[in-house]
């Protein structure tokens, strides 16, 4: 049965003690995003193409630690430095080509991210918002069983985000 249904979107907060042009440029240049966006240390992430603007798009490639590989195609809606960011991110192939997720049966097709920044005295917080575009009765029943897992996983890259951004801090 297709039916359009609502999904309550994942929202994370966090604060980098790190400026806010930073942090947005750790979102939106491969050299930083290879470095932290994945969900634990053992991953690996490679970007095969980046044009970050709006209208631009992005394919990488995340790696687990068994050799598994994830591509992931990103389009841009809005980059606005320093403090926003849209995109829509959908599973894909090395081509680039959309396909569905292989791992998440109904799986929505379309997510949206929002990512806003805020200065807050020399932290910077960050507010992430994750949703499916328009899902199915059944895509929205998958993303809120899948909600603790993508929960965990998006919350390990900021931690992953945080610990390079101390990283590029020192340097």
Not at 43 to 61: P, T
Not at 154 to 163: H, V
Request: charged residues 20%; negative net charge.
């Amino acid at each position: 049965m297709m039916s359009n249904s609502c999904a309550e979107s994942l929202r994370l907060t966090r604060e980098f003690k790190a400026p806010r042009q930073l942090v947005f440029e750790a979102w939106t240049q491969p050299e930083h995003l290879q470095n932290w966006m994945f969900p634990k240390q053992g991953f690996a992430c490679e970007y095969v193409s980046a044009d970050i603007r709006a209208g631009g798009s992005s394919l990488h490639k995340m790696t687990t630690p068994s050799g598994y590989e994830m591509w992931l195609l990103t389009q841009y809606e809005v980059v606005s430095p320093p403090d926003r960011l849209v995109f829509r991110q959908y599973s894909s192939n090395a081509a680039g080509e959309i396909v569905p997720n292989t791992q998440i049966p109904n799986w929505p097709p379309e997510i949206r991210a929002t990512v806003t920044l805020e200065e807050v005295g020399d932290k910077t917080k960050l507010a992430f918002i994750w949703e499916p575009i328009n899902p199915t009765a059944e895509e929205a029943e998958a993303f809120e069983a899948a909600r603790d897992q993508h929960g965990q996983g998006w919350g390990g890259g900021l931690n992953q985000l945080e610990l390079y951004l101390g990283n590029v801090s020192k340097q």
